[in-house]
């Protein structure tokens, strides 16, 4: 089926979801890891802050995670759905 056929049903968004909202929390728990792994596990949240979400910070960290979660989840889905 058309990629373009297959976004038209509902069951595509909800399957989209599905795989999407699970692998945002997955790619946001690495990254906060990958650049702070030191201040995470000494527990220094200030600093993560500092690093990852103040001064207008947290919406390109936020906006990157959610894209790049909802091209996976199209992607897989489109795969995977007849």
């Not at 527990?43 to 959610?66: P, Y």
Request: charged share 15%; glycine share 4%; proline share 4%.
């Amino acid at each position: 089926m058309q990629f373009l056929k297959k976004i038209r049903q509902p069951l595509f968004w909800i399957n989209t979801l599905k795989i999407s909202v699970p692998f945002l929390g997955i790619v946001v728990v690495i990254s906060i890891l990958m650049n702070n792994w030191s201040d995470v596990f000494a527990g220094n949240f200030e600093a993560v802050n500092n690093t990852l979400f103040s001064d207008g910070k947290w919406m390109q960290f936020w906006t990157s995670k959610i894209i790049i979660s909802l091209f996976y989840g199209l992607w897989i889905t489109n795969k995977k759905m007849p």
